[in-house]
């Protein structure tokens, strides 16, 4: 059974930084295109970022360039999204995801204060 488990997120005040990790389970992942993704309140989820399988291929959405950068471990099925100079706006629960399938973790609440 495919499991995603984020982790990493908390308060932050802003210009804070925060790493989530995803933690998978379940398959082999090393294939695998993965994303982050987020949902602010009252909105619906967007994508953040997407890795290949390998990591060498990296894409983000316009508002997280140069602040945020996605990562794999394939040797521990683990990825990772490093955020730095936080915003209010990247106030959200984020989730991590195979890219193209429908898992999805709990997701992990990310609070940046003004």
């Known amino acids: 059974q495919v499991q995603l488990v984020e982790s990493g997120g908390g308060l932050v005040q802003a210009g804070g930084s925060l790493r989530l990790s995803c933690a998978a389970s379940g398959r082999t992942f090393s294939n695998d295109y993965m994303g982050w993704f987020r949902q602010a309140p009252g909105k619906e989820r967007e994508f953040v970022a997407r890795i290949s399988g390998s990591g060498g291929t990296r894409w983000y959405v316009d508002s997280v360039k140069g602040r945020f950068t996605i990562s794999r471990d394939n040797a521990k099925n683990t990825m990772y999204l490093q955020m730095n100079s936080l915003k209010p706006e990247d106030t959200a629960v984020y989730y991590c995801?195979?890219?193209?399938?429908?898992?999805w973790g709990k997701g992990t609440l990310v609070t940046v204060s003004s």
């Open positions: 995801n195979i890219i193209g399938m429908s898992y």
